[in-house]
């Protein structure tokens, strides 16, 4: 399908899409928003009938690993960000960066998207039942959820990222980086991995 799949849950060591290990942790972050920019577009390819090779029936295989990227590594991701991102942002920050008024922003959107998410989720898991079809309504719901996801990772990539880089030190990387492979080992030995 093309949608990174949890190549960073399936080890404890975050991997990159091309399956190399990520050794700093903003490039783990950076390659989930690729991802999550690739997922939006399946979505989109759902909503409009025209996801799957131009067809209206959803291949069960691309509509499972968008369920799993939905229910299961977006919310890692955002763990990621606002128990480690964030924090260590708000520590590091200059006056100047007003990376309060930022995080403030999208910690606010993360709590709007997640009831967005279950949402979606709900439509999509809809999909999978034999002859099902999707509503007006369901269709809003994806492009809507789609499109505020766009917005909020232009807002990351533009802004939070680039800051970041600048602000994080050597021993904050690497302090996020063991955070977050404790996040996925937890995942991995099946705390979250059993209520899939």
Known sequence: MGIY????LDSC???RS???PIEN???CIADHHLAERQVCAEIDGIAHGDGYGGGNAVDSE???????????ELPIHLQDEAEDL??????????EDEIDRIIDRLSAEHAHSGTERETVLSVLRGQQRPGAELSDADRAALT????HARRHLIFENAIVMPIARVRLS???LARMRQRMMRRRQRYWIGEGRDAE
């Open 5 to 8: 799949t949890l190549s960073f």
């Open 86 to 95: 964030f924090p260590t942002l708000r520590a590091r920050c200059e006056p």
């Open 25 to 27: 942790p903003l490039d």
């Open 170 to 172: 050597s021993a904050d």
């Open 18 to 20: 091309d399956g190399k």
């Open 62 to 72: 691309n509509l499972a690993d968008v369920i799993r990227f939905l229910s299961v």
């Open 13 to 15: 060591v975050p991997l």
């Open 144 to 147: 809507d959820f789609a499109a």
